[in-house]
C-alpha cells in the first residue's frame, strides 16, 4: 500500500512539471507571432512605397561608337643619329652621359669624346715644316729668277748694240773704210753677247723650274698641313646634332676604329610610334589621318597623326610598318610599347553616365529605377568609358533610368 501511494505522488509531481513546460512554450509561441506588439492595419500593408524626394536619374542610352582593332607598336624618335669615330685612336676622355641632353653645330657643340692625338699632332708639324721651308725655297728661287731675267735683260741689250756695231761696220768695210780685224772683232763681239742671251735665258728657265718645282712641293706641304689638321679635328668627337643622349659604346681607355658606332643621338621634339600593322587594316590608313594611340607606361591615350605608311610588307608576317607623329607628352621615351587603335567599323554598345556607377570591391553595382520611380540595386558588367559615359555590357536595358549621385 505504501509503495502504491509512493507512485502516485511522483506521477502528480511530474504532471504539474509537464504542465508548467507546456504553458512556457505556448508563452513563448505568442511571443514570436507577434501577439504582444502593435499591429499594423491592413490598408497600410497594401499602400505603395513613395519614392525618395529630389532623385536624380540618367537615361540607359544606345549608341554607336567606331569599331578598332589594336595594333601594337613602339615609341620611336623620327630624327636619330649613330655618330662613328673616323680614325683609330685611343679614348682618352667620354665628358657625357647617357640622357643627357646635348646640344648640336647651330650653337657650341657637345663633346662627346676625346682621343689620343699625339701622332697626328707630330705629323702636323712635320707637315708644316716643310710647308716653311718650301717657303723659304720659293723665296730664293724667285730671287734666282728676278737675277737671271735681269741679266737677261742686259744681254738682250747688249746683243742690240752688238749688231748694231756690226752692220756699222760691215757698212764701213764694204766702203774699204774699215779693216778685216774690225769687222771680225764686231763679229766676235756678237757671238760673246748672243752667248751670254742663251745662257741667261737657261738661268731663268732653270730658275722658273725650279719655282715650279717648289710650288709643287708647298702645295704638298699645305695639303699635308690641311690634312693633318682635319685628322686633329677628328680627336674630338662632337654632336652633329641637338637632341638626348640615348647610347654610348665606349669608355676611356677603348680603341676604336674607323666606323666604330660610339654614340646614338635622338631628337625628342618629334616622338612618333612605329606600328606593324596587318596589311587588311593598313588599307584602312591614309596619311594625315587621326588614330589614338595608348601608352600603357604613361596610362595615357594621345591622339596621333600618321605621317608615313611603308610601300612594302613583310611576306612572313603579312603586316606593314606605319609611323605616326605623337604630340609632346612628359616622361614619353623611346623603346615604351604603345597599341594602335585602327577603325575597321562601328558598334552598338549602351552606356550609362560613369557617376551612376559604384565599385564595390571586384562588382560594379547600379540604382536601376522602375515605373514606380523607386530604385534596385543591380549587379552590372561594364565595357570600356568614352568620356563621361561608361559601356554597359549587362545588368541594365535601354531605356531604363539609373540613379545619378
Same mark, same amino acid.
Request: glycine residues 8%; charged residues 20%.
Given at each position: 500500500?505504501?509503495?502504491?501511494?509512493?507512485?502516485?505522488?511522483?506521477?502528480?509531481?511530474?504532471?504539474?512539471?509537464?504542465?508548467?513546460?507546456?504553458?512556457?512554450?505556448? /508563452?513563448?509561441?505568442?511571443?514570436?507571432?507577434? +501577439?504582444?506588439?502593435?499591429?499594423?492595419?491592413?490598408?497600410?500593408?497594401?499602400?505603395?512605397?513613395?519614392?525618395?524626394?529630389?532623385?536624380?536619374?540618367?537615361?540607359?542610352?544606345?549608341?554607336?561608337?567606331?569599331?578598332?582593332?589594336?595594333?601594337?607598336?613602339?615609341? &620611336?624618335?623620327?630624327?636619330?643619329?649613330?655618330?662613328?669615330?673616323?680614325?683609330?685612336?685611343?679614348? /682618352?676622355?667620354?665628358?657625357? *652621359?647617357?640622357?643627357?641632353?646635348?646640344?648640336?653645330?647651330?650653337?657650341?657643340?657637345?663633346?662627346?669624346?676625346?682621343?689620343?692625338?699625339?701622332?697626328?699632332?707630330?705629323?702636323?708639324?712635320? #707637315?708644316?715644316?716643310?710647308?716653311?721651308?718650301?717657303?723659304?725655297?720659293?723665296?730664293? @728661287?724667285?730671287?734666282?729668277?728676278?737675277?737671271? &731675267?735681269?741679266?737677261?735683260?742686259?744681254?738682250?741689250?747688249?746683243?742690240?748694240?752688238?749688231?748694231?756695231?756690226?752692220?756699222?761696220?760691215? $757698212? /764701213?768695210?764694204? $766702203?774699204?773704210?774699215?779693216?778685216?780685224? &774690225?769687222?771680225?772683232?764686231?763679229?766676235?763681239?756678237?757671238?760673246?753677247? *748672243?752667248?751670254?742671251?742663251? @745662257?741667261? &735665258?737657261?738661268?731663268?728657265?732653270?730658275?722658273?723650274?725650279?719655282?715650279?718645282?717648289?710650288?709643287?712641293?708647298?702645295?704638298?706641304?699645305?695639303?699635308?698641313?690641311?690634312?693633318?689638321?682635319?685628322?686633329?679635328?677628328?680627336?674630338?668627337?662632337?654632336?652633329?646634332?641637338?637632341?638626348?643622349?640615348?647610347?654610348? +659604346?665606349?669608355?676611356?681607355?677603348?680603341?676604336?676604329?674607323?666606323?666604330?658606332?660610339?654614340?646614338?643621338?635622338?631628337?625628342?621634339?618629334?616622338?612618333?610610334?612605329?606600328?606593324?600593322?596587318?596589311?587588311?587594316?593598313?588599307?584602312?590608313?591614309?596619311?594625315?589621318?587621326?588614330?589614338?594611340?595608348?601608352?600603357?607606361?604613361?596610362?595615357?591615350?594621345?591622339?596621333?597623326?600618321?605621317?608615313?605608311?611603308?610601300?612594302? $610588307?613583310?611576306?612572313? $608576317?603579312?603586316?606593314?610598318?606605319?609611323?605616326?607623329?605623337?604630340?609632346?607628352?612628359?616622361?614619353?621615351?623611346?623603346?615604351?610599347?604603345? +597599341?594602335?587603335?585602327?577603325?575597321?567599323?562601328?558598334?552598338? #554598345?549602351?552606356?550609362?553616365?560613369?557617376?551612376?556607377?559604384?565599385?564595390?570591391?571586384?562588382?560594379?553595382?547600379?540604382?536601376?529605377?522602375?515605373?514606380?520611380?523607386?530604385?534596385?540595386?543591380?549587379?552590372?558588367?561594364?565595357?570600356?568609358?568614352?568620356?563621361?559615359?561608361?559601356?554597359?555590357?549587362?545588368?541594365?536595358?535601354?531605356?531604363?533610368?539609373?540613379?545619378?549621385?
Amino acid at each position: 500500500m505504501k509503495r502504491i501511494l509512493c507512485s502516485l505522488i511522483r506521477a502528480a509531481w511530474f504532471g504539474r512539471k509537464m504542465v508548467a513546460l507546456v504553458a512556457v512554450l505556448i /508563452l513563448l509561441m505568442l511571443w514570436l507571432s507577434g +501577439t504582444f506588439v502593435s499591429k499594423i492595419e491592413g490598408r497600410d500593408l497594401l499602400a505603395k512605397p513613395s519614392p525618395p524626394p529630389g532623385l536624380k536619374t540618367g537615361a540607359v542610352e544606345l549608341r554607336q561608337y567606331p569599331l578598332t582593332l589594336k595594333q601594337v607598336g613602339t615609341v &620611336q624618335t623620327r630624327v636619330q643619329v649613330e655618330v662613328a669615330g673616323r680614325i683609330m685612336a685611343q679614348v /682618352l676622355e667620354v665628358p657625357v *652621359q647617357e640622357g643627357q641632353a646635348v646640344n648640336g653645330p647651330d650653337g657650341q657643340p657637345t663633346a662627346l669624346a676625346r682621343l689620343d692625338g699625339r701622332d697626328i699632332e707630330s705629323k702636323l708639324r712635320q #707637315a708644316q715644316t716643310q710647308a716653311q721651308a718650301a717657303d723659304e725655297a720659293m723665296t730664293g @728661287a724667285k730671287a734666282q729668277l728676278g737675277a737671271a &731675267q735681269a741679266q737677261q735683260q742686259a744681254a738682250e741689250a747688249q746683243l742690240e748694240q752688238a749688231k748694231a756695231d756690226l752692220q756699222r761696220i760691215e $757698212s /764701213l768695210f764694204a $766702203s774699204q773704210a774699215a779693216t778685216g780685224q &774690225q769687222r771680225d772683232h764686231a763679229i766676235s763681239q756678237r757671238d760673246v753677247v *748672243q752667248a751670254n742671251l742663251r @745662257a741667261a &735665258q737657261q738661268q731663268a728657265s732653270a730658275a722658273q723650274s725650279g719655282i715650279a718645282r717648289l710650288s709643287a712641293q708647298r702645295e704638298q706641304s699645305i695639303a699635308a698641313v690641311n690634312e693633318a689638321q682635319v685628322m686633329l679635328s677628328f680627336t674630338t668627337i662632337s654632336a652633329p646634332m641637338g637632341g638626348r643622349l640615348v647610347r654610348k +659604346t665606349i669608355n676611356p681607355g677603348d680603341m676604336i676604329t674607323p666606323g666604330q658606332h660610339l654614340f646614338v643621338i635622338e631628337t625628342t621634339a618629334e616622338p612618333e610610334l612605329h606600328a606593324v600593322v596587318a596589311e587588311s587594316l593598313a588599307t584602312n590608313l591614309v596619311p594625315k589621318q587621326k588614330l589614338a594611340v595608348r601608352i600603357d607606361a604613361l596610362n595615357a591615350s594621345l591622339e596621333g597623326t600618321v605621317r608615313e605608311i611603308l610601300p612594302q $610588307s613583310d611576306p612572313r $608576317s603579312r603586316t606593314m610598318l606605319v609611323k605616326v607623329s605623337l604630340p609632346m607628352q612628359p616622361g614619353l621615351i623611346t623603346g615604351q610599347f604603345g +597599341t594602335l587603335e585602327v577603325p575597321t567599323g562601328t558598334y552598338s #554598345a549602351l552606356i550609362v553616365p560613369s557617376r551612376a556607377i559604384r565599385q564595390v570591391g571586384q562588382l560594379h553595382l547600379a540604382d536601376a529605377v522602375d515605373t514606380g520611380g523607386l530604385p534596385h540595386r543591380r549587379f552590372v558588367t561594364l565595357g570600356p568609358q568614352h568620356g563621361e559615359v561608361v559601356e554597359v555590357l549587362s545588368g541594365l536595358k535601354q531605356n531604363e533610368s539609373v540613379v545619378v549621385p
